[in-house]
């Protein structure tokens, strides 16, 4: 397993912008994909956005698609969420989560790592 430890979160006004980091340690990680999942009060946890490390290709939710964008610096095993016009809606506690291998899930059971979340509200 990794371990994973995010940070970023806050408060912030609708249309604001938040960027999330996602440090990663324990393992090696061109062989893991890496989500980004959010879970409101009430809700389900749903994945927001996915990057493989090495392939470059990404997945983005309809609901945050050409407002947020998950970009990763290897050197640093990190990866990032950056969020824009943000809305009341954004408003969670936000995962970042790792699974070996090449594809990502919507399932956050598929998933063997996770990090201990970070709150964005985000205000009307």
């Known amino acids: 397993q990794v371990q994973l430890v995010e940070s970023g979160g806050g408060l912030v006004q609708a249309g604001g912008s938040l960027r999330l980091s996602c440090a990663a340690s324990?393992?090696?990680?061109?062989?893991?994909?890496v989500g980004w999942f959010r879970q409101a009060p009430g809700k389900e946890r749903e994945l927001v956005a996915a990057t493989s490390w090495s392939g470059g290709s990404a997945y983005y939710a309809d609901s945050v698609k050409g407002r947020f964008t998950i970009s990763r610096d290897n050197a640093k095993n990190t990866v990032y969420l950056q969020m824009n016009s943000l809305k009341p809606e954004d408003t969670a506690v936000y995962y970042c989560?790792?699974?070996?291998?090449?594809?990502?899930?919507?399932?956050?059971?598929?998933?063997?790592?996770w990090g201990q979340g970070t709150q964005v509200t985000v205000s009307s």
């Open positions: 989560a790792a699974r070996y291998g090449s594809s990502w899930y919507a399932n956050p059971h598929q998933y063997d790592s």
């Open positions: 324990g393992r090696t990680f061109s062989s893991y994909v």
